[in-house]
Each structure stands twice: as C-alpha cells, then as structure tokens.
C-alpha cells in the first residue's frame, strides 16, 4: 500500500518538471552558463596559472631591469639602497658584476663574492657574451631543489665599461599563494553558482507571471466569459499580446452578440410567412372556405406569403453557394452602362407608383468582362435597397463614372443611412441594422452578402460610404476592357 502511494506521489513530482517551460529553461541555460564559468576558472587557474604567473614575472623582471640600469648609469654609489629595496619588495636576487667586483643584492643584505646561484649567473652570463643583444633571459627548471627560476643579464655601459646586471626570479607561486587562490575559486564558484540560481529563478517568476496571468484570463474566456480583461504588464511584447487579446475577446463578444441576433432574426423571418400561411389556411377550413371570393383572397395571401419563403430560401441557397464557390459564372463582354440602364428602367414602373425620383445618370460604355445576370443582379439589390432604405426622402440616384482603365457604379440614396458602427457588417450575411428591425422593413439580411460574393467572383472593388439619417452611396468598381468587335461577335454567336 505504501509502495503504491509512493509510486504515485513520484510520478506526480516527475510531471511537475516541464522541460520546455520558461521556468525550467531559464533555470537550466542559467545553471548551464554558472557551470561553464566556474569551469573555465577552475581550468585557467589549473592549466594556465603557472604559464599567467610566469609572463607576469619575466615582464616585472624586464621593468626592474629597466630602472636599475638606469639608476647605476646615473648614480651608481646610490644603485645599493634601490636594489636592496627591490629585491626585498619583488622577492628578486640580484647581482652586479663590475670589472672589479661583483655584488650581491638577495633582499637581506648586500654582499660580495660567490653564492648558490653562481652557476646560473655563469651560464647566463655565457649567453650575454655570444649574443649580439645587449640582454638575455632564460628560465631555468631544474630538481636542484632551488626550483623553476627566471634568470635575466644586460649589460650596463657606464664611462666606457661593460658592467653586467643579473636578476633571478623564483618562478611559481609558493603553495600558501596557491593553496588561497584554490580556496577563493571555491568560494567564488559558490556565490557564482547560487546568484546565477537566484537570478534564474526571479528572472523565470518575472517571465512567466504575465503569461500565467494571460492564460488564466484565456482559460475564463474559453468559459465564455467575455468581461475578462488581459493584462500583460511588464514586458512589451506581453502587453502588445494582452492588447491584441483584449481585441480579440471584444470581437468575440461582439460576433457573439450578432449571431444571436441573426438567429433570432432568421428565424422571426421564417416564422412569419410560416405562421401566417398556417392561420389563413386554417381559417379557409373554419370560415371562408364556402365563399369564393374570401377563399381567393385569403389563397392569395398564402401564395405570396410562400413566395416570399421561397424567396428567402433562394437567397439562403444563393448565399451558400457563392460562399462555397459553387457557382459558375457565364463571362462574356458587355457594356455596364447598358445593363446599368436596364435596371433603372426595371425600377421605374415603382418610382411613378410610389413616388420615386430616380435619377440616372450614364458615363459612356463602358465594355467590362463578367456574368452580365449576376452583374444586373448586383445593381438591382443596390437600387432595391435605396429604395427599401429611403424613407421619406424619395430621391435615388444611379452614376457610372468611366476613367480610362475602370467603370464605377453608384446607387445614392438620402434615407436613413447606417450607423458608423454597423457600417463594417452590412455585407455579412442575415446582417440587418439595428434601425431597420425598428421600423420592421422587411428583408432577409442576404441582398448585400449575395452582392459582396458576386463581386469578389468578378474581382471587383466594391464598399459604401454613409452617414446615419444623411444617407448611403453603394460603389463597386470594374476594370473595362476594349468594345468587342463585330467579329468577336459573330465568332461567338457561331
Ligand atoms: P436586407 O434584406 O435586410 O435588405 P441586405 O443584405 O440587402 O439585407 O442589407 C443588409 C442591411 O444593410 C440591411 O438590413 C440594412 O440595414 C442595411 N442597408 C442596406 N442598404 C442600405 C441603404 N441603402 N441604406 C441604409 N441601410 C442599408
């Protein structure tokens, strides 16, 4: 039973550790770099202490060199004192030979004659004689017990007499100075290792507490709650993410909202006709089924109420397979300002019944290459709906513009217009404007998104420019091409 507990609590503590969070990637590359460090240290003290220690020397050996030869040319009755100093201070031996004498500074005292280190100053002094160089140096390791040295020799020129200065230098750091230098790596490994381990882990909290923070908002979101707020303070980039977030949930929230009401709009659509073909076909069984005359009229209105079902499933139909690119185009050249023409005189039997101005106003032909049906039937949703959506002022223009590549079709209206904020969603499909519900116009929310495919198939530019109670001005825009000859035609007709 323990054993089975255990087994679970380990595996557990195992899925806690995620190899590819930030948190563990901040704290390993950190860990990694700390080791790397201290690794180098430890090999350059190892490996390259001595060799450090050894041109550090041999430079401080050539500057001591320096100064003492020029103090025994300037002063040589003063040289002692300063190579006493010197060779005290920089642990040195370091011996003068004049024609006469020689002298002997070992950091103690001064003295004269021979000592232990005769034969380096004999060999070195060999050196000097059969180099052309006026100085030679040369490190010396040997097991005499006296250990690695650095032995220098230069001549010193003074009134005319080669003197010659030796310097011996003991070589390598006594084991106190490395046995120190040994115990503060350790140390510094240590401090190096667990700031790096501090550092890591406040660096990984600061990293990751904005994108916990943002996944938790994320995560209420996807519940559907919309009123959360992203935050990513602290980083650019994490507040240009909550930023874009915050957008992203308002757009949610927003389409959330329209597709409700298009389904609530649809369905009141189809509730309709459908509630009214049920009540007038119920009440020619109950009441008027005898009479004729009430029988027709009340059939009548069930054959126009299932017309304009049919009308809606059309549209329905028509929306989907533009959307599924199921529809086929049947391209040929036409003149816009032709078809534009026919649309106009199609609307112009309702301008004089109900009180219509319509205005047209033609540009020269203008040749384009599309499905002329579909084109008619673009522009006659443009006018259908400037004339739906006119309300009291009755005045509708249609304009073609021609330039020298392009054709431009306007339907101007001075109705109700749209407002700003709805403007962007008029061509989604079963979108109606708040306004329109208002005052119960009747429409599907289909004409502009069956407008907006048949115009995407063409290529076309298309949009609206409007302002809410001023008016709408519905454009879209074709590129023309050169009229087509007669015998295009009748290649075409044959
Ligand atoms: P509908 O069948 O509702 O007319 P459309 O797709 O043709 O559907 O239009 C979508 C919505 O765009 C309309 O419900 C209306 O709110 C708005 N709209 C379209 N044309 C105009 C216009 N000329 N003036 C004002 N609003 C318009």
């Known amino acids: 039973m323990a054993d ?41 003290s190892n490996f390259y202490l001595n060799s450090f220690y050894e041109r550090a020397r041999s430079q401080e050996v050539m500057r001591t060199a320096e100064t003492l030869e020029s103090q025994f040319r300037q002063d040589r009755y003063n040289f002692g004192p300063l190579a006493l100093q010197t060779a005290a201070s920089n642990d040195l031996y370091i011996r003068i030979d004049t024609a006469e004498d020689n002298f002997i500074f ?77 115990d503060m790596l350790i140390y510094v490994s240590f401090i190096v290792l667990i700031v790096s381990l501090l ?32 935050d990513g303070a602290g980083f650019t980039e994490t507040k240009e993410l909550a930023k ?20 609530a709009n649809v369905s009141h659509d189809l509730k309709t006709p459908l509630t009214m073909i049920r009540s007038y076909a119920e009440k020619i069984i109950d009441i008027t089924g005898d009479n004729p005359e009430k029988r027709n009229a009340d059939l009548n209105v069930i054959i126009s109420e299932t017309e304009h079902l049919n009308r809606l499933v059309t549209d329905m139909l028509s929306v989907s397979n533009l959307q599924s690119n199921n529809i086929e ?16 005189e199609s609307f112009l039997a309702l301008a004089t019944s109900e009180g219509f101005e319509i205005h047209f106003h033609p540009c020269k032909p203008a040749y384009v290459v599309g499905d002329r049906t579909r084109m008619t039937q673009v522009m006659t949703n443009f006018v259908s709906n400037a004339v739906k959506y006119s309300g009291d002022n009755k005045y509708i223009e249609i304009r073609l513009s021609k330039t ?42 289909l004409g502009l998104a069956i407008v907006k495919g048949i115009l995407n198939l063409h290529g076309a530019k298309y949009g609206v420019e409007s302002e809410e109670g001023k008016g709408s001005d519905f454009w879209f825009e074709m590129e023309t091409v050169r009229k087509p000859s007669a015998e295009d035609t009748e290649k075409k007709d044959g």
Not at 244 to 263: G, H, P, V, W
Not at 333 to 344: K, M
């Open 4 to 44: 089975h507990t255990g087994k679970r609590g380990s595996k557990r503590a195992v899925k806690r550790i995620d190899t590819s969070s930030i948190k563990t990637t901040t704290l390993l590359s950190f860990v990694i770099f700390a080791l790397f460090l201290v690794m180098i240290l430890w090999g350059l």
């Open 404 to 445: 020298s590549k392009k054709v431009t079709f306007h339907c101007i209206d001075h109705g109700m217009g749209i407002p700003s904020d709805e403007i962007g969603h008029v061509w989604d499909k079963y979108y109606r404007t708040s306004a329109n519900h208002e005052r119960g116009i009747e429409g599907t929310g």
């Open 199 to 230: 550092l890591a882990f406040a660096l990984s909290v600061r990293l990751t507490s904005p994108i916990e923070k943002l996944t938790r908002s994320a995560q209420e979101l996807s519940k559907g709650n919309h009123d959360v707020y992203f």
């Open 106 to 182: 070992d950091g103690t005292r001064e003295v004269q004659g021979s000592d232990a280190f005769e034969n380096d100053v004999n060999r070195i002094k060999e050196k000097l004689a059969s180099s052309a160089s006026g100085n030679v140096s040369e490190t010396r390791r040997d097991n005499s017990g006296m250990g690695s040295r650095l032995v220098y020799a230069s001549y010193i020129t003074a009134s005319g007499v080669d003197n010659i200065l030796c310097i011996i230098a003991p070589l390598y750091p006594d084991q106190v100075t490395i046995r120190i230098l040994r």
């Open 329 to 344: 185009l049947r391209m040929e050249t036409f003149d816009l300002v032709e078809a534009a023409r026919s649309v106009y």
């Open 244 to 263: 874009a977030l915050n957008k992203a949930s308002y757009e949610m929230e927003k389409t959330d909202f329209y597709q409700r009401e298009i389904i």
